[in-house]
């Protein structure tokens, strides 16, 4: 009884020892945590007056993407998206992992136990043989002293910060991706309809020529040109569903089911552009207000995800820096054996060990690691600050392509109206005789492809408001 009690005290006063020993390293820094120490450039969205400041609460990036897709079709879309979408299970399944590993790195506090029995048969010249066995539980326990167990920890923490980052970003990029795709899908949409009336106007325009032709009134040339003007319009149309098949099945791959239609809304003419809800944020200002820029960046799960790289980058640093003090460890072993050794077999049989390991000489190793975590941090943090760089460009990018858009629609949408009325103009001259076949095809190839300019601006508009919602770090809720 009383060498138990010495051993307790023994045992006791050990660990009065470490906690003393803890306190006092305590102010080397082993056990800080982390803060971020790397200042956000300034003016990250650009000095020009074209950015809109906003309160955070009124910025597009605090909208869920529900919000700020309106359309019912879209929405089915995104939610099927993000329900199949392989590379976003793929995300969610690494978050996974990562707390698989963070909880590994918490049970590393704990001793480990092993039940490790050994039994064995023993002769000499031939005597009876002589049966000896052992059933010990084998105890070992790490003392975390010097803070290597607890920055391990931290690290893992900070890989599972990054997981569920990078989630979101794929979350987000897949949200934009099948937005763009469905816009693009509702341009081709558009611009069919635009060469099927062409197509059915520019026949009636051949069949006319056609018709002077056998009547003495045209020369043949007049009709080559017109049937060449109206064949181009005809691979255009075959073109164009080319891509409408190619950018369904690209949906259909987002949504990891199998090529298929897309069911989708369409814009009906020119003038039911402002009708449409997504396209519609285009030209109202408040949906160009991004936010005070310090904070809307936070939003953006690819700042978010630079910054738990270098909060992983500093505890790894701290772990390596933990390596160059002793390791404190525990043994115990108890169990039951009938050694021939013992004086009273098959009874209890316990002992406790706690060992010191200092490195003295590691052929370099250790402090060739610390050196390698201190440069990967540094290293981090002039990432991190060229992603705040990268994302300022991204919303500056994404702030001027919407005010193009905007601009640009106003003369494109007149000068459609202007180039009908020219064309209509032009074939009552040319009816009347007085303007020629090659006024006519000038004019109904200028009003084709300002038609077509008119329904890519449209697209581009819709494409930009969406790059701005996604630079400011929407699409994550």
Request: proline letters at 3%; charged letters at 20%; glycine letters at 4%.
């Amino acid at each position: 009884m009383k060498r138990n009690n010495s051993l307790i005290s023994k045992l006791f006063g050990f660990y009065i020892a470490s906690a003393v020993m803890l306190l006092m390293l305590s102010g080397c820094g082993l056990y800080n945590k982390y803060e971020k120490t790397v200042e956000d450039p300034t003016n990250s969205f650009g000095t020009t007056q074209d950015v809109i400041s906003a309160t955070s609460e009124t910025s597009i990036a605090q909208m869920s993407w529900r919000e700020f897709f309106t359309d019912p079709l879209l929405q089915q879309l995104i939610e099927q998206a993000l329900a199949n979408n392989t590379d976003l299970n793929s995300a969610r399944i690494n978050i996974e992992k990562s707390q698989i590993a963070l909880k590994t790195k918490k049970l590393a506090f704990l001793p480990s136990l092993y039940f490790a029995p050994q039994g064995s048969l023993y002769s000499f010249d031939g005597a009876k043989p002589t049966k000896s066995y052992t059933l010990p539980l084998d105890v070992s326990w790490d003392i975390d002293v010097f803070g290597s167990l607890t920055n391990k920890k931290r690290a893992a923490k900070a890989a599972l910060l990054q997981a569920q980052m990078t989630e979101e970003s794929t979350r987000s990029n897949l949200i934009s991706t099948i937005a763009q795709e469905y816009f693009y899908l509702q341009l081709l949409d558009r611009e069919l309809d635009i060469l099927m009336k062409t197509d059915s106007l520019w026949k009636a325009s051949l069949d006319t020529q056609q018709a002077l032709f056998e009547n003495g009134q045209a020369y043949s040339t007049a009709v080559n040109q017109q049937e060449s003007s109206w064949l181009d319009v005809k691979l255009q149309i075959v073109s164009i569903r080319r891509s409408i098949r190619a950018t369904e099945n690209e949906i259909c791959s987002l949504l990891c089911i199998t090529p298929q239609h897309i069911e989708r809304a369409h814009w009906e003419a020119e003038a039911e552009y402002h009708s449409s809800a997504e396209n519609k944020r285009l030209f109202e200002e408040q949906y160009m207000k991004i936010g005070v820029p310090a904070m809307m960046l936070e939003h953006r799960p690819d700042i978010r995800l630079a910054n738990y790289y270098m909060e992983e980058a500093f505890y790894n640093t701290q772990a390596a820096r933990a390596a160059f003090f002793p390791s404190i460890t525990l043994t115990g072993e108890a169990g039951w054996s009938n050694n021939s050794g013992l004086v009273n077999p098959a009874k209890l049989l316990w002992q406790v060990v706690g060992s010191l390991s200092q490195p003295i000489f590691a052929r370099g190793q250790i402090n060739a690691n610390y050196k390698i975590s201190k440069l990967t941090e540094e290293n981090l943090k002039k990432k991190y600050v060229q992603a705040v760089i990268d994302a300022g460009n991204e919303v500056n990018e994404a702030i001027a392509d919407c005010q193009t858009a905007r601009e640009k629609h106003e003369y494109y949408h007149r000068q459609v109206e202007v180039l009908h009325e020219a064309y209509n103009g032009t074939h009552e001259l040319m009816d009347n005789g007085k303007a020629s076949y090659l006024e006519v095809l000038t004019a109904q190839e200028s009003l084709l492809s300002a038609q077509l300019n008119e329904a890519s601006n449209m697209y581009n508009g819709a494409q930009a408001i969406i790059s701005l919602y996604i630079a400011l770090g929407g699409g994550t809720k």
